[in-house]
């Protein structure tokens, strides 16, 4: 009898895989993205890259590996090393027809001298293709080849739908928890190039600053639990996470922050109808002037900017554990 009830019970999980496959082949993509991040980085991006992967109604027209600090355990911060590590995951994933390229190697000397790339050039390449539906370029780390792409081509601000930045200090009458005095992150990646993007571009820009994206903090052993175990894909992942956990020697604590997925959750995940990151909150205002410090200083004459508040942590983790199941 044991037997038999393990046996219905893998029948119903394999049918319940493969209805889900089913239903994911039946939606076709409304949005095209564009995915730049720093993949040799921090391993969060490569969470990102596998839900936006994995979410039929995205489709990923290019993927554009980017350079960031120099060293981050161990890792290369050239964007040839984020190339690499971005096909090594796709070829996990057998998912080595999504095309991968290079963005700069360096970062701006100035507000107006562009690095070009390949990276840069796709992204203008199709910005200027005819497709009705919404273009949406997804950063995960510096703004060296959006803002490189602009000054080449300033016709690419009335293409993109939205350049989505994940990056920023907190704007302090915005932030629900302590304010950091440090330069963010991302921003320090390329600060020249995020004034380039804030200051001097015409792009729309969709920010989620270290404050908000800080709260997509899960426990280090439910992703284990929940992401390790669901696949080869998840394994691989789980073992690229446990590198900087175990150079730390436990000095990371208990949780990890996938900081990136917030661009899977702001652009997949929309509503059905009157499409918008409906169980999100943020706030439209002018884009204020970033100054050298990556402090903001209020702009009365900027362009509208969204900037994200809060951020659907259960839709984006349920939606990503069940889409990864079994890959």
């Known amino acids: 009898m044991r037997r038999i009830i393990l046996l219905l019970m893998a029948t119903i999980a394999l049918l319940t895989v493969s209805d889900m496959q089913a239903q994911n082949e039946m939606r076709t993509s409304r949005m095209r993205v564009i995915v730049d991040n720093d993949f040799g980085g921090d391993p969060d991006g490569l969470f990102q890259l596998v839900h936006q992967v994995l979410s039929p109604s995205a489709e990923i027209r290019a993927i554009v590996g980017s350079h960031h600090y120099e060293d981050f355990f161990g890792n290369l911060g050239s964007a040839a090393f984020a190339c690499q590590s971005a096909r090594d995951l796709l070829r996990v994933m057998r998912c080595d027809s999504v095309p991968v390229y290079a963005g700069a190697e360096g970062k701006f ?3 107006n001298t562009p690095l070009p790339s390949e990276g840069a050039r796709v992204i203008i390449a199709e910005a200027m293709r005819d497709d009705p539906r919404p273009l949406y370029v997804l950063c995960g780390a510096g703004l060296t080849n959006i803002a490189s792409a602009y000054i080449m081509d300033p016709r690419i601000a009335e293409r993109i739908s939205a350049v989505v930045w994940i990056g920023g200090m907190e704007y302090a009458d915005l932030c629900r928890n302590q304010l950091q005095k440090q330069r963010e992150y991302n921003q320090g990646i390329d600060p020249v190039a995020s004034q380039v993007v804030f200051n001097h571009s015409t792009l729309n820009l969709w920010q989620i600053p270290r404050d908000t ?5 899960y426990g280090y052993t439910e992703l284990w639990r929940r992401i390790g175990s669901a696949g080869k894909t998840g394994a691989y992942l789980m073992n690229r996470l446990a590198i900087p956990f ?6 990371l604590g208990e949780t990890y922050i996938l ?4 661009l899977v959750l702001v652009t997949a995940l929309q509503s059905p109808w009157e499409a918008d990151p409906s169980s ?3 706030v439209i205002r002018k884009t204020p002037f970033l100054n050298d410090t990556g402090s903001y200083v209020e702009n009365p004459e900027g362009r509208p900017i969204r900037i994200f508040t809060k951020i659907d942590t259960r839709l984006m983790l349920e939606d990503f554990v069940s889409k990864i199941i079994g890959k």
């Open 280 to 282: 999100c909150e943020y």
């Open 109 to 111: 000397a100035d507000v």
């Open 213 to 217: 994206y800080r709260q997509a903090l």
């Open 259 to 262: 900081g990136d997925s917030p």
């Open 246 to 251: 175990e150079r730390m020697h436990g000095g």
